[in-house]
């Protein structure tokens, strides 16, 4: 696994023309495993599209190094993704080798194994055919996994993968982001709960449009930054819902 750093150098995101990710700089190293945490509206999702290609710094940049966007996998939060398609379950997954298929080229043997190797992996053996508007959100998002390893991307990108998910799900693939920690691919997670960032997760980006901390987990979840956080958002939002950002650490 060839792996990939991304660098943001004093980047900043708008959404008609107010910040929603404001001079953020840093480093994610390559072969890194880094949680992104954050209050609601901090602009975590916004930064992850940013690095994924589909939104356009106002200012500064994201700096990739020679990576090509089909080594870039990336996992929409939940509500982004569209599953009323009547798209079966093994071509999802497939569809995480369509920059390799191409439109009009058919499905190797080697893709078609592949895809099936993905399924067993992910604990979806003997779904291949079940449309996967009739998977609960468990199954549909290890469906997704499945896509991932199928793409085999040097980098990953996943946005709140655990929101909703059943805790053997969330075990299960935790594992997967472990395994690829392990050979050596840059993983970026949005996360929400704090107690399982310490747990998996070496490094920590903590921000509320601006970064707050980034570096070690042990330090950047501190107590003293995730009030700060929490204060920050405070003056952006007055709807924001209560997370984990209220846990504090154990003293
Ligand atoms: P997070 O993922 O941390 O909850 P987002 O990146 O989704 O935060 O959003 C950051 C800010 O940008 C929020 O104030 C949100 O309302 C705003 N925002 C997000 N997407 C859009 C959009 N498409 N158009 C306008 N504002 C947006
Ligand atoms: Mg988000």
Request: overall charge negative; hydrophobic content about 45%.
């Amino acid at each position: 696994m060839s792996a990939a750093s991304i660098s943001l150098d004093d980047l900043t995101v708008t959404y008609e023309r107010r910040p929603a990710v404001h001079h953020i700089s840093g480093c994610f190293d390559a072969g890194s495993l880094t949680a992104i945490v954050g209050p609601n509206g901090a602009g975590k999702s916004t930064l992850i599209k940013t690095i994924a290609g589909t939104l356009k710094p106002a200012a500064g940049r994201v700096d990739r190094g020679n990576l090509a966007l089909r080594n870039l996998g990336y996992l929409p939060q939940a509500a982004e993704i569209d599953r009323s398609f009547p798209l079966n379950v093994v071509d999802t997954v497939l569809m995480g080798a369509w920059r390799s298929i191409g439109a009009f080229r058919g499905v190797s043997r080697e893709q078609a194994r592949q895809a099936q190797e993905a399924l067993i992996a992910v604990g979806l053996e003997g779904f291949e055919d079940r449309s996967v508007g009739s998977l609960s959100s468990g199954q549909f998002q290890r469906v997704l996994f499945a896509r991932l390893l199928m793409q085999n991307a040097s980098v990953i990108l996943l946005d709140e993968p655990f929101t909703a998910i059943d805790a053997r799900t969330t075990q299960d693939l935790l594992k997967l982001i472990r395994d690829w920690h392990g050979q050596g691919r840059t993983v970026i997670a949005v996360l929400h709960d704090i107690e399982q960032v310490r747990k998996h997760f070496p490094n920590t980006l903590l921000m509320a449009r601006e970064a707050i901390a980034w570096g070690d987990t042990a330090t950047v979840l501190h107590a003293d930054n995730l009030r700060r956080a929490r204060n920050m958002a405070e003056y952006w939002s007055d709807d924001a819902t209560a997370c984990d950002l209220n846990e504090e650490q154990p003293s």
